[in-house]
């Protein structure tokens, strides 16, 4: 995949996985697993971050599932002018569905609330281009996303046409540990 976002409208792309979600054990099934408190709190937390930061979707793009849902309901209350759009296609998605859906959206600052491992993967191929990964060429804070994107982890990336997969790494919010 080269720079797919050359002639797009996106300048601004947000990946936010969704809260932390009940034990599948809880539940029917895995669609339906909705967040803990800890996952409302952090999604509440980090949308509050985000909004801090400066960014504010034009639209979320966002899984239907029930924790990835539930993001959005608390992560809207920040971003109450932002068109949100619920994908079923976006349950556990490959990172070629996301991108192209948020391509399709025609937006300049696009949010994707959905699932692992896909959104993780979009932020490690937009961070490394793809290829092997040299861990002295990361800062600390890449670092951590080199190994994981945690429940409610969101990574910031702008647009840089300069880049080889055209997008760059502005900021990366991990959730912070609460005291209990």
């Not at 509050?48 to 639209?59: M, T």
């Not at 109450?80 to 994908?87: M, N, V, Y």
């Not at 861990?135 to 804070?141: A, H, K, L, T």
């Amino acid at each position: 995949m080269d720079n797919i976002f050359k002639n797009s409208a996106i300048e601004n792309l947000v990946i936010f996985r969704h809260g932390k979600a009940q034990k599948i054990y809880d539940v029917d099934d895995d669609f339906s697993r909705g967040l803990t408190e800890r996952g409302q709190r952090d999604a509440e937390n980090q949308a509050s971050r985000l909004k801090e930061a400066g960014f504010k979707p034009d639209i979320a793009l966002v899984s239907t599932a029930a924790r990835a849902a539930q993001t959005w309901e608390r992560a809207h209350g920040f971003f109450p002018d932002s068109q949100a759009k619920l994908l079923d296609k976006f349950y556990l998605a490959a990172p070629k569905i996301y991108l192209n859906e948020a391509i399709a959206s025609g937006k300049k600052n696009v949010m994707l609330i959905a699932h692992d491992p896909g959104l993780h993967e979009i932020c490690r191929y937009f961070m490394f281009g793809g290829g092997a990964i040299n861990p002295e060429d990361v800062n600390s804070e890449e670092a951590l996303l080199l190994f994981e994107l945690p429940t409610a982890g969101m990574a910031w990336f702008m647009r840089d046409d300069n880049a080889k997969n055209g997008m760059v790494l502005k900021r990366y919010f991990k959730p912070i540990k609460q005291a209990q």
